[in-house]
């Protein structure tokens, strides 16, 4: 995913949403894989729009490489997730859809659990129902008996 793409993405989201593992403020940095390509340093507890505001503010600017050299990032630079220093995992459409919560693979697990839950909430309302039934023919038993 690009810079651009990667932007472009976060801004359509809501931004006050919080996300347990993103990245925020001073995490953009040279990718050690790569260092003309841009990556982010993973922050836990943080806005889709601190990660907006650090996308946008790497783009035009330069970092100097993990062994030297200085490289600006622009609209197509390349993004990652990894720590300074090491190799990660390149941003892509499904893992920000997984770290956001949107998109078709959160709305399917959702449905799905949905789904499940009903299942189960029959199934319980149906033990509920044999129940009475039970406890309704021990009352009439007991009635009988009782005459």
């Known amino acids: ?71 600006v990032m622009g609209p197509d630079t390349d993004c990652y997730l990894a720590e300074y220093g090491y190799c990660g995992s390149e941003l892509s459409l499904p893992l920000l859809e997984v770290m956001c919560g949107v998109g078709p693979m959160i709305e399917r697990a959702v449905a799905e659990a949905v789904a499940a839950e009903r299942e189960r909430h029959l199934q319980f309302l149906e033990e509920i129902k044999k129940m009475q039934t039970s406890i309704k023919e021990h009352i009439e038993a007991i009635r009988s008996a009782a005459k």
């Open 1 to 71: 995913m690009t810079l651009s793409e990667l932007i472009d993405f976060l801004e359509k989201q809501d931004q006050s949403k919080v996300i347990a593992s993103g990245w925020g403020e001073g995490s953009a940095h040279s990718y050690r894989g790569y260092y003309a390509e841009l990556a982010f340093e993973a922050r836990s507890n943080v806005t889709i729009a601190d990660m907006l505001e650090e996308a946008k503010s790497a783009l035009g600017k330069e970092f100097e490489g993990y062994k030297g050299g200085e490289f």
